[in-house]
């Protein structure tokens, strides 16, 4: 009985994440369904409905498979693809940090808050200043390469909306000694390039290795459910102004190095290997609110192998 009780308990705690991103999809169901085709309605009502995890012979159990629709508002979806997107993160700065002995910095770029009906034509504003900010000459004497990505946020009680870019940036090591930007001097180039004198700050700051928070920032949601779900209204406006939008952008030597993980194996001494051996894929039915095991399959010897570590733990 105990024993029991500690398997319920394990499998509870797994499927803690994935339960609560399930149990938001029919209101997410309900505000998409008439905005997209029947086919893809059909998909997203049905996503997260399945769900396989692999298991070790150490107990060990990791997303593995199911069906889902991979549509950009998917509360599912777009957590499996954080996760992953974050693992791949950590890679790329890695490799800048360690083998290309370049220094990252962490910057925030914002602008003041806008009303719904604006907000489309901000995020297109947004993306021509930066363009007129990376095109400047002391932008380009320190960049090596960026990552730029775009958040938005909600403001409820003003019923505004937040378009805002985390960038990193990435260095030569002597950036900090011999051709440093400050805080200030930041500043002054991002209300230049957004041609707007209101805009009163921007967070810059050095990357640490290994640093999760910048991860975290870059890695998340464009956009967080409990605000794009907020209202149906609100919903209209999320939807309106990043339908087709390009979230994340890779330039100079983080696009270079994406290309060399697909095409290459340069960098595969640096790929994280997970040393479990996973025997068991367990098959997961949604049921009553509650995710319900209903097969388990043997993995057959010849087929078991290691397998890459490619994601991290976000909420």
């Keep these: 009985m105990l024993d029991n009780t500690k398997?319920?308990?394990?499998?509870?705690?797994?499927?803690?994440?994935?339960?609560?991103?399930?149990?938001?999809?029919?209101?997410?169901?309900?505000?998409?369904?008439?905005?997209?085709?029947?086919?893809?309605?059909?998909?997203?009502?049905?996503c997260g409905d399945i769900i396989g995890f692999l298991k070790s012979k150490g107990e060990k159990i990791r997303l593995h498979g199911g069906r889902f629709c991979n549509n950009r508002f998917c509360p599912m979806c777009s957590w499996r693809k954080a996760r992953k997107d974050g693992y791949l993160l950590l890679l790329l700065f890695s490799i800048v940090q360690k083998v290309m002995k370049k220094e990252l910095i962490f910057l925030t770029l914002t602008a003041p808050n806008v009303e719904g009906e604006e907000l489309k034509n901000e995020i297109n504003d947004f993306n021509n200043s930066f363009k007129r900010l990376s095109n400047t000459k002391d932008f380009k004497s320190i960049c090596k390469g960026y990552i730029r990505?775009?958040?938005v946020t909600y403001n409820d009680q003003e019923d505004t909306y937040h378009p805002h870019f985390h960038v990193v940036i990435a260095v030569n090591k002597n950036y900090f000694t011999k051709n440093y930007i400050n805080q200030k001097k930041w500043l002054d180039m991002w209300r230049v390039a957004k041609r707007d004198k209101t805009i009163t700050q921007v967070d810059v700051r050095k990357a640490k290795f290994n640093d999760l928070k910048g991860v975290y920032e870059i890695a998340t949601y464009s956009a967080k459910a409990s605000d794009y779900l907020y209202s149906e209204n609100v919903f209209d406006v999320f939807y309106g102004a990043l339908k087709n939008k390009k979230i994340i952008t890779f330039n100079g030597i983080f696009k270079e190095i994406l290309i060399d993980l697909k095409t290459t194996e340069k960098y595969n001494d640096l790929l994280?290997?997970?040393?479990?051996?996973?025997?068991?894929?367990?098959?997961?039915?949604?049921?009553?609110?509650?995710?319900?095991?209903?097969?388990?399959?043997?993995?057959?010897?010849?087929?078991?192998?290691?397998?890459?570590?490619?994601?991290?733990?976000?909420?």
């Design 7 to 46: 398997k319920i308990k394990k499998n509870q705690e797994f499927l803690k994440k994935p339960t609560e991103k399930k149990l938001k999809m029919q209101d997410f169901f309900e505000k998409i369904k008439n905005k997209v085709s029947e086919k893809l309605a059909v998909k997203i009502f049905e």
């Design 149 to 151: 990505k775009l958040e």
């Design 272 to 315: 994280e290997t997970d040393n479990e051996i996973y025997d068991k894929q367990l098959w997961f039915t949604w049921s009553e609110k509650n995710y319900k095991l209903f097969r388990t399959d043997e993995i057959a010897e010849t087929e078991l192998q290691k397998v890459f570590v490619d994601e991290i733990e976000i909420d």
